[in-house]
């Protein structure tokens, strides 16, 4: 017994002296910034976050330290978002796709086949009439998004088996993200959708829970997935983007100047990350091909696109908020329908 009475004691002065360490450090010290995210510090988000991080210290470096923690470290992405909401940590870079489950106006980015050319999705994601209504629907749940980042063009790899047609997922157990759009998609394409957070992805490809995934080129090297799945298939169904979201009360604290600088570093974020994308893309899909022998697949994009198209519809009727969006984004579409022209 006396042992755990000392323990006890030992714990509530140790208690005791974080919690006066954290007020000295709202009254006297600087404040942490912590930005969590879950790619690894090779990747396009992660470099566009040390210029960010960079930047605030270097104009606000005496009221603030920024911290970026990749790789998960601060949790999945939705306890990362669930952090940022409560101010436990004060940004994150959550995917489109997972927002969805916090308000519903993020359902329209992850519609399969919105945009119709890259061009199209990066000029209607500049586009602040288009992203405001978005960006700005979480701020009763403590939250609100700050820029966009590239995560490029989502499609279909598999361990065992090429994804020519949709009728090639026929009883596949595809990993989706824990979004309800992407469930219905996988539903309308003929797979068995199986969502779970990014990080357990690998195992599950590995230890065949799941026959195949779906996401950009990077998850092939940057997170091994190409170690695993052979085929790549260019069906081209998604872009959604990843969203940097900070913590309302955070924001809203900031002075005009400190909001002034915070504002330029969320444009560098954008900025940067979009130059390092292309690159990463590109030297992503040599990797795959030479070094870790996945087979790039180029399918007939139609049949996907059809299989997919109800859901437009049925979205758009059971969310009338996102009509004007919509509209909105296929004025893009009608005027970069491909990116080849
Ligand atoms: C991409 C995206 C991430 C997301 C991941 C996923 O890597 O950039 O934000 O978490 O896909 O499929 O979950």
């Known amino acids: 017994m006396k042992i755990w009475k000392k323990v006890g004691l030992l714990l509530c002065v140790v208690i005791i002296g974080l919690l006066v360490l954290t007020g000295c450090q709202s009254k006297e010290q600087k404040k942490i910034v912590r930005i969590g995210h879950n790619q690894s510090v090779n990747h396009p988000t992660h470099i566009a976050l040390a210029a960010f991080q960079d930047y605030i210290n270097d104009h606000l470096g005496d009221k603030y330290v920024v911290e970026v923690y990749p790789n998960e470290l601060l949790g999945s992405q939705t306890d ?15 995917s489109n796709a997972i927002l969805e489950t916090f308000s519903k106006n993020y359902e329209i980015f992850n519609l399969p086949y919105l945009f119709a050319s890259t061009k199209s999705y990066h000029n209607a994601m500049d586009d602040r009439e288009i992203t405001d209504k978005i960006f700005t629907a979480t701020e009763k749940a403590g939250f609100l998004a700050v820029t966009w980042l590239d995560a490029g063009t989502r499609n279909f790899y598999t361990v065992k088996k090429p994804i020519e047609s949709p009728k090639d997922l026929k009883g596949l157990k595809i990993r989706v993200q824990q979004s309800p759009t992407n469930i219905e998609m996988m539903k309308l394409l003929g797979g068995s959708a199986t969502p779970m957070g990014f990080g357990e992805v690998y195992t599950a490809l590995q230890s065949n829970i799941i026959d ?25 169904h998604q872009m959604v983007p990843d969203i940097l979201i900070g913590n309302l009360a955070f924001i809203e604290e900031l002075s005009d100047e400190e909001m002034v600088i915070f504002e330029e570093g969320y444009e560098l974020v954008n900025e940067i990350q979009r130059e390092e994308w292309i690159k990463a893309v590109e030297a992503a899909k040599q990797k795959a091909e030479n070094e870790q022998n996945v087979r790039f697949i180029y399918p007939d994009q139609e049949p996907f696109k059809e299989a997919c198209l109800p859901l437009h519809q049925s979205v758009l009727e059971r969310n ?3 009509q004007d969006i919509y509209d909105k984004i296929q004025k893009y579409n009608e005027l970069y329908p491909s990116d080849t022209e």
Request: charged letters at 20%; one cysteine or more.
């Open 80 to 94: 990362m978002v669930q952090l940022t909401q409560t101010g436990a940590i004060d940004f994150c870079i959550a």
């Open 320 to 322: 009338t908020e996102i």
């Open 212 to 236: 195949g995934a779906e996401n950009n080129e990077l998850a092939l090297t940057d997170n091994g997935h190409g170690d695993v799945c052979k085929y790549y298939s260019y069906d081209m």
